[in-house]
């Protein structure tokens, strides 16, 4: 047996176990795991706020990196291909399931560190930025929590695509580490109100798509900096999920506000993203236009001190744990 995996003891205490190894379904692959990512999600999981839906597996952790150990017989994949995929929960353990559709080839020089920092962030982001919110180049992209694991693939893909990127962060220090990642507009949301610093850039009234991840009391802003025809896509609620917005803006700006959770996508919407961020995404890492932003690794046996590291918020970039 060299099967390992997180179990949820309680909200504060987690446990290593040991079980027999797991086999696939023919569309499925086995993943012996090197890096698994870490969400937000996993931490609500943990203490009981986000329930797997009854299919998942009860494990936490929703991305990994690894080798193919088993590949299901209509898979189109080899044992031994590196790949990262996204998985239907099981992903703190050293051996996970994945679907094929929700699988990509780690291309060759990419590490699996790397490509763990991949899945979720790449389908989130391509999901809403584009899909969505249809951003397309050139146009003017305002990304909240610009240095999160989600948030600075969206502002590399920004870049890559000749977008201006604003974006925010909690810090100085964070707002420099955001510069450093290609956006052009820093602005650190704990200084002053986002559309004063907004109108002091000149883009207050100039933004095309919002890449909220806030909510709460920001929400009245993401649509106060829109320009007409402007679009909000809304995939997180740090500061809360209940806002007071102007409606007359939202007419007089022909605005549209849209939101998403990954988890809720259907599987044939999975694959159809999965296929697309293979052919738009993948080469962008490949010839170094993405260099997803990495924290730190932890032990997979430390998974519990790594959720409380994201839930400080002192991190930037993807945090990671080690199977
Ligand atoms: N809808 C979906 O399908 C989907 C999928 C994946 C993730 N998400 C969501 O995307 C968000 C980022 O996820 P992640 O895993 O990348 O987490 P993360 O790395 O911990 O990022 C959280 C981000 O939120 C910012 N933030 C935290 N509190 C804030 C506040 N009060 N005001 C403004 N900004 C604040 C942080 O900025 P500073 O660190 O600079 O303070 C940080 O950049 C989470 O809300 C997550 O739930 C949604």
């Known amino acids: 047996m060299s099967y390992h995996y997180i179990h949820i003891d309680d909200s504060e205490s987690l446990t290593l176990l040991e079980t027999e190894d797991l086999t696939c379904a023919a569309d499925e692959l086995v993943i012996d795991v090197a890096y698994a990512g870490i969400n937000r999600a996993d931490l609500l999981q943990r203490m009981g706020f986000y329930p797997p839906p009854p299919d998942a597996s009860p494990i936490m952790g929703l991305e990994v990196a690894g080798v ?3 590949a299901g017989t209509d898979s189109g ?3 031994g291909e590196a790949v990262c995929a996204l998985v239907h929960g099981g992903g703190y353990a050293t051996q996970a399931i994945a679907k094929a559709t929700c699988t990509l080839r780690v291309p060759e020089g990419i590490d699996l560190s790397t490509a763990a920092c991949l899945p979720e962030a790449f ?5 809403n930025l584009i899909d969505r919110a249809r951003l397309t180049r050139g146009e003017t992209v305002f990304i909240h929590g610009g240095i999160s ?3 600075n693939i969206a502002v590399q893909l920004g870049k890559a695509m000749g977008c201006r990127v604003i974006a925010t962060a909690g810090s100085p220090e964070k707002c420099a580490t955001l510069a450093s990642i290609g956006a052009d507009i820093s602005l650190n949301y704990n200084e002053a109100p986002l559309a004063e610093q907004c109108e002091a850039q000149g883009v207050f009234g100039a933004v095309d ?3 909220d991840m ?5 929400e009245q802003f993401n649509l106060a900096c829109l320009a007409v025809d402007g679009r909000i896509a809304c995939i997180g609620l740090m500061r809360g999920g209940q806002a007071t917005i102007d409606l007359t803006q939202l007419l007089m700006k022909r605005a549209t506000l849209t939101g998403s959770t990954l988890r809720r996508l259907t599987p044939d919407e999975k694959a159809r993203c999965f296929r697309d961020v293979a052919e738009h995404m993948m080469p962008l890492v490949e010839n170094g236009q993405i260099v ?3 924290d730190r690794t932890f032990a997979l046996a430390d998974a519990l001190a790594a959720q409380t590291y994201m839930s400080t918020g002192g991190h930037a970039g993807k945090l990671l744990l080690r199977c």
């Open 68 to 70: 193919v150990r088993q």
């Open 77 to 79: 994949f080899s044992e």
């Open 123 to 127: 389908i989130t982001v391509w999901y």
């Open 149 to 151: 694991g989600i948030g």
């Open 209 to 211: 798509v919002v890449l």
């Open 214 to 218: 806030v909510g709460g009391d920001f």
């Open 292 to 294: 997803p932003l990495m």
